[in-house]
């Protein structure tokens, strides 16, 4: 492999965990299995084959590998997180009605909402077989606490997604329910299975919420900038899912009785006509949300890279840090 081929941040960890990934992939593949129900690997096997990065469960084998752990729970955990992240996604895509997942047709699309539920409702107890596997109750505690603000995280953002009230203090509680709590469940049991100092498992944990913090304001700013075919969505979509993100958040708080009047009718009650798309751009343009969006996916960044600072130089130390790095430079 030449070096211009593993210049990314997340391909260099994947590179330098090649066995353990290898065992985690064999290990998602016998346990998403069904001697009774086909229909549970064939749903699995298209959102976990479709190419993600699997940057969840390799943020845990290399928190376990900056501590030099020699067991395999490590692998366990790893997988734990996938099928959490996987189930996770598979439910999302119902809640959202969504038609494509990294570039490829939903599984509820091909399948059924009723297949995508119970499918993800398995892979939920599965992770939960995975993590009794290790036989530490903090592991569990972990986890089973991160499921919960996951789902949670969910069911705040359904309720809080056409309120025009939402503020940006309630739009960073989803994001740390939505997506950083997995991030930093997966950082935390890595340092803790392999008997990290308590100071180091706490700055693991606040380096994996900072991440993923910074990894979904990014993703929500891409949405407007973004290229649909790096992305696999269409720009805009959050827009005609009515999703209060960031940029519109900023956008709403400046807006003037006109310009809130737009957002009632197009986020609040979903009447959107040609051009709205084009005239909310505009706006975010005129108050510049897009911009402040994006700084604030930077901040986020350097937060989770000064996390750091506490953990004993390693070459993994280094690839998280530029892995905080990598996550906002898609905006560039």
């Known amino acids: 492999m030449t070096v211009s081929a593993i210049s990314k941040p997340h391909e260099r960890l994947a590179e330098i965990l090649a066995t353990e990934m290898e065992a985690v992939n064999t290990l998602i593949q016998t346990r998403m299995a069904s001697d009774h129900a086909p229909r549970i690997p064939e749903v699995t096997a298209h959102l976990v084959e479709a190419g993600g990065k699997r940057l969840r469960p ?3 084998l290399a928190t376990a590998r ?3 752990y020699q067991g395999d729970h490590d692998v366990r955990l790893a997988a734990t997180v996938e099928f959490i992240h996987t189930a996770t996604l598979l439910h999302d895509d ?12 939903t599984a509820n699309l091909l399948w059924d909402n009723k297949s995508s539920v119970l499918v993800g409702d398995y892979l939920f107890s599965r992770s ?3 993590m009794v596997e290790t036989g530490s109750l903090r592991v569990l505690d972990i986890l089973a606490n991160a499921s919960a603000t996951i789902a949670e995280g969910e069911v705040l953002q359904m309720t809080a997604a056409t309120d025009l009230g939402t503020d940006e203090g309630i739009y960073l509680q989803v994001v740390r329910g939505k997506t950083a ?3 930093s469940a997966a950082t935390e049991v890595g340092a803790v299975i392999a008997g990290a100092p308590e100071p180091l498992v706490r700055a693991l944990f606040e380096y994996g919420d900072a991440l993923g913090v910074a990894f979904q304001i990014a993703d929500d700013l891409l949405d407007y900038q973004g290229d649909s075919k790096t992305t696999g969505k269409n720009v805009g979509d959050d827009f005609r899912e009515r999703k209060l993100t960031l940029p519109v958040i900023k956008a709403i708080a400046q807006a003037t009785p006109e310009e809130h009047a737009f957002w009632e009718r197009t986020i609040g009650k979903g ?12 706006l975010m343009n005129k108050y510049r949300t897009l911009q402040a969006t994006r700084d604030d996916a930077f901040e986020w960044a ?3 890279k000064s996390t750091l600072d506490k953990v004993p130089d390693h070459e993994i130390r280094s690839l998280l840090r530029d892995l905080a790095d990598y996550v906002v430079s898609r905006l560039n």
Not at 271 to 282: K, P, T
């Open 66 to 68: 900056l501590f030099d």
């Open 58 to 60: 390799m943020l845990t």
């Open 94 to 105: 119902v809640v959202d009605e969504s038609a494509q997942r990294r570039g490829r047709p």
């Open 128 to 130: 939960f077989q995975l």
């Open 302 to 304: 350097a937060k989770a």
């Open 181 to 183: 709590a997995l991030f």
């Open 271 to 282: 009447r959107q006509e040609d051009g709205d798309l084009d005239h909310a751009l505009s």
